[in-house]
T-cell receptor, first 119, second 116 residues
Framework: AQKITQTQPGMFVQEKEAVTLDCTYD???????LFWYKQPSSGEMIFLIY??????QNATEGRYSLNFQKARKSANLVISASQLGDSAMYFC????????????????FGQGTTLQVKP | SAVISQKPSRDICQRGTSLTIQCQVD?????MFWYRQQPGQSLTLIAT?????????ESGFVIDKFPISRPNLTFSTLTVSNMSPEDSSIYLC?????????????FGPGTRLLVL
């Protein structure tokens, strides 16, 4: 069964420093997608970054980068130059693949990591 | 990116009543989904809203409890029926395949539901 694991319930980082949020996944499908979302206290889910299983390079979006290590089945999110506004819950998710279909759209989520940025 | 709106943004309801949540997207999308996030928990997919046919429900969710409509490619509704306090959650609409790419999946702002 497919599974996403985020082992860090909570993390602290000093403003302007970099932080890495861990995510490991388990799947037997060769084709899958990995997502990171930010959820502030308002409850909305903000899409941050996507990594496809066949992508050769690690995804980057501004201050966000994804450290994709396929053999280890890990997809850690790196946030550079942390800002106070980065304080939020962060979710790693995997898109379930279906044989013969491009994708189902069903996302399987980890339990999340709460990040607090200290001034 | 797709702009997704949901109504209502929050509500407080009495047990035994029903609430219909609306999801509107600013562009036509192939796939629309409804997720639930119980307090302190992660997100769980309720169902896939299919245009022109019945929704596809995940294990543990049934049509009688969570009827879904999708009359066109930009709109869907989720009804939470015969509510109990256990239904208190954030309900989120999600769309995938925007702009012709499958590398994105966006969420609406969510509906915070409290059942008393």
């Amino acid at each position: 069964a497919q599974k996403i694991t985020q082992t860090q319930p909570g993390m602290f980082v000093q403003e302007k420093e970099a932080v890495t949020l861990d995510c490991t996944y388990d799947t037997s499908d060769p084709s899958y997608g990995l997502f990171w979302y930010k959820q502030p206290s308002s409850g909305e889910m903000i899409f941050l970054i996507y990594q496809g299983s066949y992508d050769q390079q690690n995804a980057t979006e501004g201050r966000y980068s994804l450290n994709f290590q396929k053999a280890r089945k890990s997809a850690n999110l790196v946030i550079s130059a942390s800002q106070l506004g980065d304080s939020a819950m962060y979710f790693c998710a995997m898109r379930e693949a279906v044989q013969g279909s491009s994708n189902t759209g069903k996302l399987i989520f980890g339990q999340g990591t709460t990040l607090q940025v200290k001034p | 990116s797709a702009v997704i709106s949901q109504k209502p943004s929050r509500d407080i309801c009495q047990r035994g009543t029903s609430l219909t949540i609306q999801c509107q997207v600013d562009s036509q999308v192939t796939m629309m989904f409804w997720y639930r996030q119980q307090p302190g928990q992660s997100l769980t997919l309720i169902a896939t809203a299919n245009q022109g046919s019945e929704a596809t429900y995940e294990s543990g969710f049934v049509i009688d409890k969570f009827p879904i409509s999708r009359p066109n490619l930009t709109f869907s509704t989720l009804t939470v029926s015969n509510m109990s306090p256990e239904d208190s959650s954030i309900y989120l609409c999600s769309v995938g395949g925007t702009g012709g790419t499958l590398e994105t999946q966006y969420f609406g702002p969510g509906t915070r539901l409290l059942v008393l």
